[in-house]
Protein backbone atom coordinates (compact mmCIF):
# COMPACT_ATOMS: atom_id res chain seq x y z
CA UNK A 1 0.00 0.00 0.00
CA UNK A 2 1.03 3.44 -0.96
CA UNK A 3 -0.75 6.83 0.70
CA UNK A 4 0.09 9.92 -1.02
CA UNK A 5 -1.02 13.30 0.07
CA UNK A 6 -0.63 16.18 -2.13
CA UNK A 7 -0.43 19.87 -1.41
CA UNK A 8 0.41 23.06 -2.80
CA UNK A 9 -2.31 23.92 -4.98
CA UNK A 10 -4.39 27.34 -4.67
CA UNK A 11 -5.36 30.26 -6.57
CA UNK A 12 -2.57 32.23 -9.15
CA UNK A 13 -2.56 34.77 -11.43
CA UNK A 14 -1.86 34.45 -15.22
CA UNK A 15 2.38 33.87 -15.37
CA UNK A 16 2.46 33.23 -11.44
CA UNK A 17 3.68 29.86 -9.82
CA UNK A 18 3.23 27.49 -7.69
CA UNK A 19 5.03 24.46 -6.39
CA UNK A 20 2.91 20.99 -5.65
CA UNK A 21 4.29 18.38 -3.48
CA UNK A 22 3.43 14.94 -2.75
CA UNK A 23 4.39 13.18 0.39
CA UNK A 24 4.46 9.54 -0.13
CA UNK A 25 4.21 6.61 2.43
CA UNK A 26 3.95 3.18 3.11
CA UNK A 27 6.23 1.71 0.82
CA UNK A 28 9.89 2.30 -0.32
CA UNK A 29 9.62 5.42 -1.89
CA UNK A 30 12.73 5.01 -3.60
CA UNK A 31 11.26 2.42 -6.14
CA UNK A 32 8.03 3.91 -6.97
CA UNK A 33 7.63 5.88 -10.32
CA UNK A 34 6.03 9.57 -9.43
CA UNK A 35 3.83 10.96 -12.25
CA UNK A 36 1.24 14.37 -12.01
CA UNK A 37 -1.78 14.29 -13.45
CA UNK A 38 -4.50 16.41 -14.19
CA UNK A 39 -8.29 17.05 -14.62
CA UNK A 40 -10.23 19.55 -15.46
CA UNK A 41 -13.86 20.11 -15.49
CA UNK A 42 -15.70 18.37 -18.04
CA UNK A 43 -12.51 16.52 -19.40
CA UNK A 44 -10.68 13.43 -18.45
CA UNK A 45 -7.68 13.18 -16.47
CA UNK A 46 -4.26 13.75 -18.54
CA UNK A 47 -0.54 13.01 -17.84
CA UNK A 48 1.24 15.88 -16.95
CA UNK A 49 4.46 14.97 -16.03
CA UNK A 50 6.32 11.70 -14.40
CA UNK A 51 9.79 10.45 -13.06
CA UNK A 52 11.40 7.52 -12.90
CA UNK A 53 12.40 6.12 -9.26
CA UNK A 54 16.23 7.18 -9.87
CA UNK A 55 15.26 10.62 -10.82
CA UNK A 56 17.19 10.39 -14.17
CA UNK A 57 14.46 10.07 -16.73
CA UNK A 58 11.53 12.46 -16.56
CA UNK A 59 8.45 12.96 -18.83
CA UNK A 60 6.62 15.92 -20.21
CA UNK A 61 3.35 16.59 -21.63
CA UNK A 62 3.93 19.05 -24.73
CA UNK A 63 1.49 21.47 -23.23
CA UNK A 64 3.84 22.18 -20.14
CA UNK A 65 7.32 21.52 -21.39
CA UNK A 66 9.73 24.12 -20.25
CA UNK A 67 7.28 25.84 -17.70
CA UNK A 68 7.13 22.58 -15.38
CA UNK A 69 9.41 20.44 -13.41
CA UNK A 70 8.98 17.89 -11.99
CA UNK A 71 11.61 16.68 -8.91
CA UNK A 72 11.94 13.93 -6.16
CA UNK A 73 13.46 13.87 -2.78
CA UNK A 74 13.92 10.33 -1.86
CA UNK A 75 15.26 11.41 1.34
CA UNK A 76 11.86 13.25 1.99
CA UNK A 77 9.74 10.51 0.46
CA UNK A 78 8.32 13.58 -1.54
CA UNK A 79 7.99 14.54 -5.31
CA UNK A 80 7.34 17.63 -6.52
CA UNK A 81 6.26 19.72 -9.28
CA UNK A 82 7.16 23.42 -9.81
CA UNK A 83 5.23 25.15 -12.40
CA UNK A 84 6.20 28.32 -13.80
CA UNK A 85 4.57 31.09 -16.38
CA UNK A 86 0.88 29.44 -15.67
CA UNK A 87 -1.78 30.13 -17.59
CA UNK A 88 -6.12 29.68 -17.18
CA UNK A 89 -5.53 26.37 -19.06
CA UNK A 90 -3.61 24.82 -16.43
CA UNK A 91 -6.40 25.52 -13.89
CA UNK A 92 -7.41 21.79 -12.57
CA UNK A 93 -6.85 18.98 -10.04
CA UNK A 94 -3.82 17.96 -9.97
CA UNK A 95 -3.19 14.67 -8.80
CA UNK A 96 -0.15 12.65 -7.69
CA UNK A 97 0.22 8.94 -8.82
CA UNK A 98 2.22 6.10 -8.34
CA UNK A 99 3.28 2.56 -10.46
CA UNK A 100 4.94 0.42 -8.12
CA UNK A 101 6.93 -0.93 -11.36
CA UNK A 102 10.48 0.44 -11.23
CA UNK A 103 10.88 1.03 -15.05
CA UNK A 104 13.84 3.21 -16.36
CA UNK A 105 11.17 4.93 -18.16
CA UNK A 106 7.91 7.15 -17.41
CA UNK A 107 4.56 5.86 -18.51
CA UNK A 108 2.31 8.45 -19.66
CA UNK A 109 -1.22 6.13 -19.73
CA UNK A 110 -3.18 6.54 -16.36
CA UNK A 111 -4.01 2.52 -16.01
CA UNK A 112 -0.66 1.62 -15.35
CA UNK A 113 -0.64 4.14 -11.76
CA UNK A 114 -1.42 1.91 -8.86
CA UNK A 115 -1.98 4.58 -6.28
CA UNK A 116 -3.36 7.95 -6.20
CA UNK A 117 -3.54 10.79 -4.06
CA UNK A 118 -6.70 12.85 -3.23
CA UNK A 119 -6.03 15.97 -5.31
CA UNK A 120 -5.19 19.34 -4.96
CA UNK A 121 -7.36 22.21 -6.85
CA UNK A 122 -4.89 24.89 -8.93
CA UNK A 123 -7.02 27.85 -10.32
CA UNK A 124 -5.16 30.15 -12.76
CA UNK A 125 -7.23 33.76 -13.17
CA UNK A 126 -6.44 35.57 -16.43
Known amino acids: QVQLVESGGGLVQAGGSLRLSCAASGRTFRTLTMAWFRQAPGKEREFVTG????????NYADSVKGRFTISRDNAKNTVYLQMNSLKPEDTAVYYC???????????????????WGQGTQVTVSS
Open 51 to 58: INWSGVNT
Open 97 to 115: AADTFSSPRVPTTRSVYDY
